[in-house]
């Protein structure tokens, strides 16, 4: 799997947008880039999901480059509940996609 | 719908001991995976069932096992308990797409303290 790079912190105002880069530079083209998140002693939370195009749902935005080789996870009004940690993971498509390989992911910590 | 379920959350042991935890996957979904956290090493991938037969396995030593039931429902099991085992243990379940993108739900976890 390619492997992936993230600052290891950022921080945010509440209700500013927060941008979470990633590298993945030898990613390959059957692999997906996905975001989970972890809040404190939980369990990782699934966020969204890429393989070329950008994609948008009601957590998060996934912006591509058009190489495929960075991403960024943009949550647009950033809250409180959004203080945790972020892994940006690559992984490839159909059945033994389950084997994620979690980096250190960046923390996320949003500022009243 | 219910997500996914782990018992026992919390339970201590001592070191020898052997433990075994449950997870209940999502309604529909047949592939389960297991997972160790810990302060040091992070989350790392322990092995994962389909169909009742494990289809991938973590580089984790073999008092880690593993199964799995006809109804999806998953056990996993650690022998001889070590300090180092202390962890909180993540279990996660998905449909099994043969193609394209497979999604992981993760229960809350299972705390391990080895005393």
């Known amino acids: 799997d390619a492997k992936t790079t993230q600052p290891p912190s950022m921080d945010c105002a509440e209700g500013r947008a927060a941008n979470l880069p990633c590298n993945h530079s030898t990613i390959s083209g059957n692999e997906y880039v996905y975001w989970y998140r972890q809040i404190h002693s939980q369990g990782p939370q699934y966020i969204i999901h890429?393989?070329?195009n950008n994609e948008t749902n009601e957590m998060a935005s996934l912006i591509i480059t058009e190489d495929r080789k960075s991403s960024t996870l943009i949550l647009p009004h950033a809250t409180l509940r959004d203080t945790a940690v972020y892994y940006c993971i690559v992984r490839v498509a159909g059945q033994g996609a389950q084997k994620l390989v979690f980096g250190q992911g960046t923390r996320l910590t949003i500022n009243p | 719908k219910a997500g996914v379920t782990q018992t026992p959350r919390y339970l201590i042991k001592t070191r020898g001991q052997q433990v075994t935890l449950s997870c209940s996957p999502i309604?529909?979904?047949?592939?389960v995976s297991w997972y160790q956290q810990t302060p040091g090493q992070g989350l790392q991938f322990l092995f994962e069932?389909?169909?009742?037969?494990?289809?991938n396995k973590g580089n984790f030593p073999g008092r880690f096992s593993g199964r799995q039931f006809s109804n999806s429902r998953s056990e996993m099991n650690v022998s001889t308990l070590e300090l180092g085992d202390s962890a909180l243990y993540l279990c996660?379940?998905?449909?099994?797409?043969?193609?394209?993108?497979?999604?992981?739900?993760f229960g809350a976890g299972s705390r391990l303290t080895v005393l």
């Open positions: 069932y389909f169909s009742e037969t494990q289809r």
């Open positions: 996660a379940s998905s449909q099994d797409r043969l193609a394209g993108a497979n999604v992981l739900t």
């Open positions: 309604s529909g979904h047949r592939s």
């Open positions: 890429g393989l070329k």
